[in-house]
């Protein structure tokens, strides 16, 4: 094992290979308070990659609803009760990763799901009470909430899935940090799956070899965002570049988020896989469900998020999101509107703060007909 430093954490910690950043990296955010489940993300992924023969069970990218929802099964409740107690010394963790926990001869904690685990893709779907029935009780007062967690894989700066990987099939490209597996290399001995705590990984029993999110990398490699992000319905997402947080850029739409404003969090920094895709964390769940998902920065995220409406930057950069189809590489405000550029500064996007309100005449002058005009 290597000694690499996970900022996430904040700290060194061990991990099966030494550190090797690649010379930019895929990274997203997505706002959990936008997305409504059309699960339209879900279904454009799925046409494009996962149509064909051994992949029906596949989601590269899928939405749950918290708290009940999870695909597979419990994958994120199971693990985090083998890992046991996840304590942080402010922005420290204190606990140990998946890699620090991983038993005697093996590189990573992780477990394979089974069949069964893959059958109920939409589990506790607007469910804020969980399920209430062989004599058992609400106790109430009960908490009402719930939220929808879009996932994809996290294209992670430590993956779990290419530290297991006994063959060394799964790479990290060094111009963009897009996981891939090589499918000629593979075996299927499914290491990876059992590896990857989002089971973001499937394996496919026709071609008996895993497969997982490519990020899209040919849209990406044209300066396209993936298709799950194109066609995002709630303009919750966001895909770009993100610098370690040193180097961060405030005209990089994905630093100034993550780094500066500290909005938009990882999901499970505690199982130290630096995970590339972040979270503006739900404003109405309670202050211990986000701190366990996305860390101790939960609460802040939340307070910053709230106050946006009265922070033009911050309110600018989340027009922004889902109004091209094109990867924004830096942005820039102007009074009342805000612009997304590419890296050489060329305009993709131009966007106003606010909308503008257009209360038409009662009366058509044109037609003579009346109008309705919705307030
Ligand atoms: S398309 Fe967007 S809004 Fe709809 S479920 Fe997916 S992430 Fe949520
Ligand atoms: S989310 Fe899972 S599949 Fe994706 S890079 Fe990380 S460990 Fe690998």
Same mark, same amino acid.
Request: glycine content about 8%.
């Given at each position: 094992m290597?000694?690499v430093?996970?900022?996430q954490?904040g700290?060194?910690m061990s991990?099966?290979?030494?550190?090797s950043?690649?010379?930019? %990296?895929f990274?997203?955010?997505?706002?959990?308070n936008?997305?409504?489940?059309?699960?339209?993300?879900?279904?454009?992924?799925?046409?494009?990659?996962t149509?064909?023969k051994? %992949?029906?069970?596949?989601?590269?990218?899928?939405?749950?609803?918290?708290?009940?929802?999870?695909?597979?099964l419990a994958?994120?409740?199971k693990?985090l009760?083998?890992?046991?107690g996840?304590?942080?010394?402010g922005?420290?963790?204190?606990?140990r990763?998946?890699?620090?926990?991983?038993p005697?001869?093996?590189?990573?904690?992780g477990w394979?799901?089974?069949h069964?685990?893959?059958?109920?893709?939409?589990?506790?779907?607007?469910?804020?009470a969980?399920?209430v029935?062989h004599?058992?009780? =609400?106790?109430?007062?009960?908490?009402?909430?719930?939220?929808y967690?879009a996932?994809?894989?996290?294209?992670?700066t430590?993956?779990?899935?290419?530290s297991?990987?006994?063959?060394?099939?799964?790479?990290?490209?060094?111009?963009d940090g897009?996981?891939l597996?090589?499918q000629?290399?593979?075996?299927?001995?499914?290491?990876?799956?059992?590896?990857?705590?989002?089971?973001?990984?499937?394996?496919n029993?026709?071609t008996?070899?895993s497969?997982?999110?490519?990020?899209?990398?040919?849209k990406?490699?044209q300066?396209?965002?993936?298709?799950?992000?194109v066609?995002?319905?709630?303009?919750?997402? =966001?895909?770009?570049?993100?610098?370690?947080p040193?180097?961060?850029?405030?005209? /990089?739409?994905?630093?100034?988020?993550?780094?500066?404003?500290?909005?938009?969090?990882?999901?499970f920094?505690?199982?130290?896989l630096?995970?590339?895709?972040?979270y503006?964390?739900?404003?109405h769940?309670?202050e211990s469900? /986000?701190r366990?998902?996305f860390?101790?920065?939960?609460? %802040?995220?939340v307070?910053?998020?709230?106050e946006?409406?009265?922070?033009p930057?911050?309110?600018?950069?989340l027009?922004?999101?889902?109004s091209?189809?094109?990867l924004?590489?830096?942005?820039?405000r102007?009074?009342?509107?805000?612009?997304?550029?590419d890296?050489?500064g060329?305009?993709l996007?131009?966007?106003?703060?606010?909308e503008p309100?257009v209360v038409?005449p009662?009366?058509?002058?044109?037609?003579? =007909?009346?109008r309705?005009?919705c307030?």
């Amino acid at each position: 094992m290597a000694r690499v430093f996970n900022w996430q954490i904040g700290r060194e910690m061990s991990y099966w290979y030494p550190e090797s950043r690649p010379k930019r %990296q895929f990274a997203a955010v997505l706002d959990i308070n936008k997305c409504i489940a059309c699960q339209t993300c879900t279904l454009a992924c799925k046409t494009t990659w996962t149509s064909g023969k051994g %992949q029906e069970y596949m989601l590269w990218n899928n939405v749950e609803t918290k708290p009940y929802g999870s695909y597979p099964l419990a994958y994120d409740v199971k693990l985090l009760e083998m890992l046991g107690g996840q304590e942080w010394d402010g922005n420290r963790y204190a606990g140990r990763t998946l890699f620090e926990a991983a038993p005697a001869g093996e590189r990573v904690l992780g477990w394979r799901p089974g069949h069964e685990d893959y059958s109920y893709p939409n589990t506790g779907e607007d469910d804020c009470a969980g399920q209430v029935d062989h004599g058992e009780h =609400l106790s109430l007062p009960h908490a009402q909430w719930f939220f929808y967690l879009a996932r994809i894989c996290n294209h992670c700066t430590y993956p779990a899935c290419l530290s297991s990987c006994p063959r060394g099939s799964i790479y990290k490209r060094p111009e963009d940090g897009i996981v891939l597996v090589d499918q000629g290399r593979c075996r299927g001995y499914q290491e990876c799956v059992r590896g990857c705590p989002y089971k973001k990984v499937f394996y496919n029993p026709l071609t008996g070899t895993s497969e997982k999110c490519i990020a899209c990398f040919p849209k990406i490699e044209q300066g396209i965002q993936p298709q799950c992000f194109v066609n995002c319905i709630g303009k919750i997402r =966001l895909a770009g570049w993100i610098s370690r947080p040193e180097n961060a850029r405030p005209d /990089n739409p994905i630093d100034y988020l993550v780094h500066i404003r500290k909005v938009a969090l990882p999901l499970f920094p505690q199982f130290g896989l630096e995970p590339n895709v972040y979270y503006i964390p739900p404003v109405h769940a309670p202050e211990s469900f /986000n701190r366990q998902l996305f860390g101790p920065g939960a609460a %802040q995220a939340v307070k910053t998020y709230r106050e946006a409406a009265r922070d033009p930057d911050l309110a600018g950069l989340l027009c922004l999101f889902g109004s091209t189809e094109m990867l924004v590489s830096r942005f820039r405000r102007a009074s009342e509107t805000v612009a997304g550029t590419d890296e050489k500064g060329a305009e993709l996007v131009r966007v106003p703060l606010r909308e503008p309100v257009v209360v038409r005449p009662a009366r058509d002058p044109r037609t003579q =007909l009346v109008r309705i005009n919705c307030p």
